[in-house]
């Protein structure tokens, strides 16, 4: 797993992902969460357009992403899912909690 972290205006950052997100790179992607969320960067868009693979440890990492930013008063967006990811996102009914924005640019615009 590749993590590339960009921070811009507005408080945010975009942390985009790249390989598999399973139990070996969870780790990584909530330690990267909540680096930019310490580092005064409470609003994190998860960019997942190279996320080839995703179960249920990815899952959890970014749930615990969007609490952490939350109780931050930020928030966690994500964006570029794919079929597999979306899947895995309805299978568990957190396409509700976690909901998916067609870009980065549209993430962020939402706030």
Known sequence: MQI?????AQG??????????????ASRVRSAIEEAVDGGRPRVVV??????????SGLGALIAGLKRARQASGDLRITGVSPQVATVLQLTNLDRVLRAH?????AIDDW
């Open 4 to 8: 590339e972290k960009r921070e811009i």
């Open 102 to 106: 067609p870009s980065i640019d549209a």
């Open 12 to 25: 945010a950052a975009v942390l985009r992902l790249e390989g598999r997100l399973n139990m070996v790179a």
């Open 47 to 56: 960019d997942l357009t190279e996320v080839t693979f995703m179960d249920s």
